[in-house]
């Protein structure tokens, strides 16, 4: 073809040898261009981008450097900007057809004649980000934190930014460099606070909970705050960052401010809930958390009076756990498992409205399933937790993924908000499962369970997470149950909780939504624990080695004003007795609560001892061995710390109560065979804890029993329970179709 008769058809197959990868032949059509029209500098352009692309990248840098070498500075300008806007429009193409590792390397050079246009260094982070090749040095090797910096008027595509930042907060949330980078931005955001506010409140909530690093998640709020200091969406949330990591003033605070900015009803509930939750957690605010509660209450009633049907999903998910702490405070399950019933029939109503749709397909396509189901397959069981990894809920549910009989059932997992770094247990249970699916999404997670044609799910969760309850409430697999994380839900799409004889009286019939399914000893049963080796000593403590140790290790919210009298009363009753105080909580505020109680009961605040969290687990569980007794709280038990003090065969005393949260230390104890320090009264609470600490004989025996009954009581055999479980199962299923 002849060059010179006809260039626009040179041109074109030029560009079509380019596009199907024949860089030789293109190059070859553009060398001789440049041979008849020299002075085109667009010949030159893209014959360097096609030598670019064929790994001679010097050579490309040589064809353009020679096209421009004899130009004015005003012509340079102008070509550059010629050879960029080709460049731009390959990387584009690449971009689009996911060729990443060659648009990046053709950013790279667009950086090299215009090292400061963010628009492309931000296109190249993105790139590494795709390539997996990102690390924070790139944000200081591009110089993108100090290009913002420099001119807070620099016009930037302001959508192509929060795209970067984005993708950075997901790929390197935890990077100092990410915060670096969002400063940066803040000055260039004025006027777009609502997109940004897109951007950075599902990254600190991913940051706070999946990755466990709320003191991280709480500078993205403080930073996003600097320029909406009343948007309530992230001063809710950010409440619960400052109390997550042990800031609890700064956290009841910014839960005060948050409530006093909010006028709904439903977004007051929430409001209240995060002061309460606050103060709780913090210990030793019980009289203004008592206060807050009963308001509390006061506003929930209103609200199921109201029974309001246009609510927001963002309203209803809030509303789920807003009665959460009420069973910590006080033991009436009648009062509080009416109310929780009704909130939850008004969550569900709102559902079935705004979620219309995908409910009626679950419901019709579940029955259509039952009618062709045969009775011989197995069943499959879908696990919903956020907490399948170093967690209570974790150790304790490990054991039925263990044991379970593969032959006849299969164990999907469905984690929720849970994407840890590194999790040796997390990991675990995924090589547990015949399928696991991860998502944050409450869309997303229950159309994958009704897919996947899950017969039986599990909530392990209850309303400890909003998530969970919304995928139950919209009812995805046939039977839908809650067992291990809290009490019952009382979600009205639940059929089962899973119970036993002990943990919930006959009465409790009366007073659940949902079916209470019994198994014949224990609702929970584990092998055992992992023991390390002990970090603390007596000589430590500067405690004699004669004393009597009593010991309580309870996050702030479980140390309820009058358990911890009667636990005063015991110290003070057993002379030469210290009392060992641990557990998640501010460290001032809980001093002072003892302090104040001790002058009244008239105690040596010397024989209080305050012990800080430990790094692990398995070296908690082995210091619990310094401890002569174990004094339980009320009315909210212990649960992983009973099971673990029974493990470490060390006495306990435990308050029975009504409620489920204050009868488990008591279904545990009875399943390991031990009934001494099961008190049924407040008197018998301190006979119990005084007995135990002058009656070292008596220890010893039950020590001994507890030792002796790891072989033989229900509670440690998790191989049988789970056989328990499964039977549950099978007649849950087979009761479902028989209907």
């Known amino acids: 073809m002849s060059f010179l008769t006809a260039p626009l058809e040179w041109h074109n197959l030029a560009t079509r040898y380019f596009i199907k990868g024949n860089y030789a032949q293109a190059a070859s059509l553009y060398e001789q261009a440049i041979t008849v029209e020299y002075d085109v500098k667009s010949h030159y352009w893209h014959l360097g981008l096609i030598l670019l692309l064929q790994g001679q990248e010097v050579e490309a840098q040589t064809t353009w450097f020679m096209a421009m070498v004899e130009g004015e500075p005003e012509q340079v300008e102008l070509w550059n900007r010629e050879l960029v806007q080709i460049l731009q429009i390959e990387a584009e193409r690449r971009e689009e057809t996911e060729e990443y590792t060659t648009a990046c390397k053709i950013r790279q050079q667009i950086k090299e004649f215009l090292p400061a246009n963010i628009e492309n260094l931000v296109r190249l982070i993105k790139l590494s980000i795709k390539l997996e090749t990102y690390t924070e040095e790139d944000l200081f090797v591009l110089e993108i934190v100090e290009i913002l910096q420099s001119d807070p008027g620099l016009e930037v595509d302001f959508n192509l930014l929060m795209q970067g930042l984005k993708s950075i907060l997901e790929y390197a949330p935890l990077c100092s460099s990410s915060l670096k980078l969002l400063e940066a931005i803040l000055p260039h955001t004025k006027n777009n606070t609502n997109k940004l506010l897109c951007v950075l409140l599902p990254a600190a909530v991913d940051i706070a909970y999946s990755r466990r690093q709320p003191a991280i998640a709480a500078k993205i709020g403080e930073l996003y705050l600097s320029l909406d200091s009343k948007n309530t969406e992230f001063l809710g949330h950010l409440a619960s960052f400052y109390q997550n990591y042990g800031e ?426 031990i009934t001494e320090g099961i008190a049924w009264t407040d008197e018998e609470y301190i006979e119990w804890g005084v007995r135990l600490g002058k009656d070292a004989a008596l220890r010893q025996q039950i020590s001994w029993r507890m030792r002796q009954s790891r072989q033989t009581a229900p509670l440690w055999n998790a191989k049988q329970f789970t056989c328990e479980m499964e039977k549950a199962y099978e007649q849950m299923w087979q009761k479902y179709n028989e209907q």
């Not at 045969?374 to 039925?400: A, D, E, F, N, P």
């Not at 984690?415 to 770094?421: C, D, K, M, Q």
């Not at 009320?634 to 306990?652: H, Q, R, S, V």
């Open 248 to 673: 609890y003033d700064k956290g009841i605070e910014t839960a005060k401010v948050f409530y006093s900015l909010v006028e709904e009803s439903p977004d007051k509930i929430y409001a209240n809930r995060q002061v309460i939750r606050g103060l709780t957690s913090a210990g030793g605010y019980w009289q203004e958390s008592y206060s807050a509660s009963l308001y509390q209450e006061s506003l929930l009633s209103s609200l199921i009076e109201d029974n309001p049907l246009n609510l927001s999903q963002a309203r209803i998910l809030r509303l789920f756990n807003s009665n959460f702490f009420t069973p910590y405070l006080q033991d009436k399950p009648r009062e509080f498992r009416s109310i929780q019933n009704q909130l939850m029939q008004v969550c569900q109503n709102n559902i079935e409205i705004y979620a219309k749709k995908q409910l009626e397909q679950y419901n019709q396509g579940n029955l259509k399933r039952k009618k062709l189901a045969l009775l011989t397959k197995k069943i499959k069981i879908g696990y919903l937790s956020h907490c399948l990894r170093t967690h209570s809920v974790g150790w304790l549910s490990r054991w039925v993924f263990q044991h379970h009989d593969r032959d006849k059932f299969e164990i999907n997992t469905y984690f929720v908000n849970t994407n840890p770094s590194f999790d040796a247990l997390h990991e675990w249970f995924i090589s547990q499962c015949d399928k696991t699916y991860k998502s944050n999404s409450i869309f997303n997670t229950a159309e994958q369970i009704y897919q996947d044609e899950v017969d039986i799910l599990i909530d392990l969760d209850s309303i400890t997470l909003d998530t969970t309850c919304e995928i139950m409430a919209r009812k995805p697999a046939p039977i839908q149950v809650t067992w291990l994380g809290w009490d019952a839900s009382g979600i009205p799409s639940v059929d089962y909780f899973i119970a036993d004889p002990y943990v919930l009286p006959e009465s409790a019939e009366e007073y659940y939504s949902e079916k209470i399914w019994r198994l014949p000893q224990t609702y929970i049963a584990v092998d055992g624990f992992e023991v390390s080796v002990p970090s603390i000593r007596r000589d430590q403590l500067d405690i004699p080695s004669d004393a009597v140790i009593y010991f309580s290790g309870q996050r702030g919210f479980k140390r309820h004003p009058d358990i911890a009298r009667l636990q005063l009363k015991i110290i003070k009753e057993v002379p030469n007795s210290y009392f060992l105080i641990k557990g998640t909580a501010d460290e001032a505020s809980i001093k002072n609560f003892f302090d104040q109680l001790a002058d009244e009961e008239g105690i040596d605040c010397d024989r209080f001892r305050f012990l800080p969290d430990v790094h692990s687990e398995a070296v908690h569980r082995a210091n619990l061995g310094i401890a002569d007794v174990v004094l339980d709280t009320y009315p909210y038990n212990g649960a992983t710390t009973t099971l673990e003090t029974l493990w470490m065969c060390i006495p306990l005393v435990t308050r029975v109560g009504e409620q489920f949260a204050a009868r488990n230390s008591y279904t545990m104890m009875m399943n390991a065979g």
